[in-house]
Every structure is written in structure tokens, then in C-alpha cells.
């Protein structure tokens, strides 16, 4: 089993290429998809949630939460975004863990799609990073025109993410992706290429 990170700022098009690994034949591990589990109203953290930031996070006349209100709520206060993690990511870090321990000693290339790679800690289990890269502008304007994200809310996610300078100085490799979805498949090409290379490649005897 190859463990692959897949990591980049919000707006990059990391998901997007993590779907083109898929067709490839990669296994996801989406850490975003675990974090919207675990705020599911039959699970723990929801309760957890709703405890610690109230009713108004969740949707009218419903008792799912609100995303985009939670959103609103910690991405500007970096203490309530900390209470956040601090409920949902040990949940997400136990169905990553669950997820490796599933497809250990297969001979898979997995590719855990997961924004907060550095910030948790995650890289300590990973054997090769994949960061993607954009420029600021077009990232905005993703956000703006796919998410329907207003511009001080896109400011808070970004601020609250890692500079996409470091996170492309730790990378093993890297994809620019300032072109088209037909761009970013010819990248996606080369990625798949050089993780089968890697998965083929032995581990170094002791000595």
C-alpha cells in the first residue's frame, strides 16, 4: 500500500483531482466526507456541536447543521474553530485510521484527500505529498462563481489555512493548476505515473 497525501488550499482543485486519481484507480480516503459524517444528527460530535455553538447553527425547521452557518461562526473567531477541530477531528483521524487499517497490506495506491494535512499532523503517516497549487485570484474566483462564496468568507478560509508557499516547499510533487479541467487531467496523468512508479518501487533493506 501506497499512502499518498493530497492536500492544497481551499479554491485549488485538490477534490477535483483527487476524482481524476479515482478514474485512475486510486482509493479516496476523504477526510471532508468523514467530517460531514460526523456532524450527521445520529452521531456523537453533532451533539457535541449543537452543545457548544447552539441552535442557530442548524438549518431552519431541521435538525441537521448548517454548514455554511457553522462556517460563518468559527472561520472568524480562531478560538471557536479550535473548539470545532477539537470535536470533530479526532472522529475523522479514527475513520482515516480505520479506512488504512481496511486496505493495509493490499497493494493499493490510497490518497487521503484532506486539506489539513500539516496542520493535524497527518503527514507522519503518509509516503509521498501531492500539493496543489493556483493563484490566489482564480482561487476566488472558483469560489465565487462554484460555491456562490462572498469574498470576506473566502478570506477567512483562506487566512485560516496554511501558506500555500510552504505547503508547496514540503511537496513531493506538485501540480499547478491554473488551467482547464483538460489541464488538469494531462497533470492527473502524470501523478498516477509517478505514484505506480513509487508503488513499485522495493523498500530499502536494512543493513
Not at 483531482?17 to 456523537?44: F, K, N
Not at 442557530?56 to 471557536?80: G, H, P
Not at 493535524?120 to 509521498?128: A, E, I
Not at 491554473?178 to 505515473?193: H, P, Q, Y
Request: no cysteine; hydrophobic share 45%.
Amino acid at each position: 500500500m501506497l499512502v499518498v497525501g493530497l492536500t492544497g488550499g481551499i479554491g485549488s482543485g485538490k477534490t477535483t483531482l483527487a476524482a481524476l486519481l479515482a478514474e485512475r484507480g486510486a482509493q479516496i480516503i476523504d477526510a471532508d466526507a468523514h467530517g460531514r459524517d460526523a456532524l450527521r444528527p445520529d452521531q456523537p460530535a453533532w451533539h457535541s456541536v449543537v452543545s457548544q455553538f447552539g441552535d442557530e447553527v442548524l438549518q431552519a425547521n431541521s435538525m441537521e447543521i448548517d454548514r455554511k452557518r457553522l462556517a460563518a461562526v468559527v472561520f472568524n473567531d480562531s478560538n471557536k474553530l479550535a473548539a470545532l477541530n477539537a470535536i470533530v477531528h479526532p472522529v475523522i483521524f479514527q475513520k482515516i485510521a480505520d479506512d488504512l487499517e481496511r486496505l493495509s497490506g493490499t497493494d493499493e495506491i490510497v490518497v487521503l484527500d484532506a486539506a489539513l494535512i500539516f496542520e493535524v499532523g497527518l503527514d507522519d503517516s503518509l509516503d509521498v505529498l501531492v500539493a496543489v497549487t493556483a493563484t490566489q485570484d482564480l482561487r476566488k474566483q472558483r469560489l465565487r462563481t462554484q460555491r456562490r462564496m462572498d469574498l470576506a468568507d473566502i478570506d477567512a478560509r483562506m487566512a485560516s489555512q496554511m501558506n500555500p508557499d510552504e505547503i508547496q516547499g514540503r511537496a513531493d510533487v506538485l501540480v499547478v493548476n491554473n488551467g482547464t479541467l483538460e489541464d488538469l487531467g494531462i497533470e492527473a496523468d502524470r501523478v498516477w505515473a509517478e505514484l505506480q512508479k513509487r508503488n513499485t518501487i522495493p523498500p530499502p533493506t536494512e543493513r
